[in-house]
């Protein structure tokens, strides 16, 4: 299994409305062999935190490759996500 994990600072100004937009568009995605999507704002509890994070969980490399090639998921990360983000770190990693 590959987990993917993506973690964003916010743009100065954003909201959380801002923000749900877009992760709920992410966790309305429906691809094959994606198999868990979580995602939330940050609580707050340590000073220094980045803004949010998803992690999603696929079946395979492949599965990986397909959702990071997606039409639907690109759409979300150019037009939900790119004017709200300041910076986005990613990774991903066998589990």
């Not at 939330?40 to 990986?64: P, Q």
């Not at 759409?75 to 589990?95: G, K, N, T, Y």
């Amino acid at each position: 299994m590959i987990r993917s994990v993506m973690v964003a600072r916010l743009r100065p100004g954003t909201g959380p409305d801002d923000v749900e937009k877009g992760l709920a568009a992410m966790r309305a995605l429906r691809l094959d062999g994606l198999l868990d999507m979580k995602s939330g704002l940050d609580v707050g509890l340590r000073e220094g935190n980045w803004s949010f994070a998803i992690t999603t969980d696929l079946a395979d490399a492949e599965s990986y490759r397909r959702f990071d090639t997606d039409e639907e998921h690109n759409r979300i990360r150019r037009e939900l996500f790119a004017p709200i983000c300041e910076d986005v770190v990613r990774i991903q990693f066998e589990v």
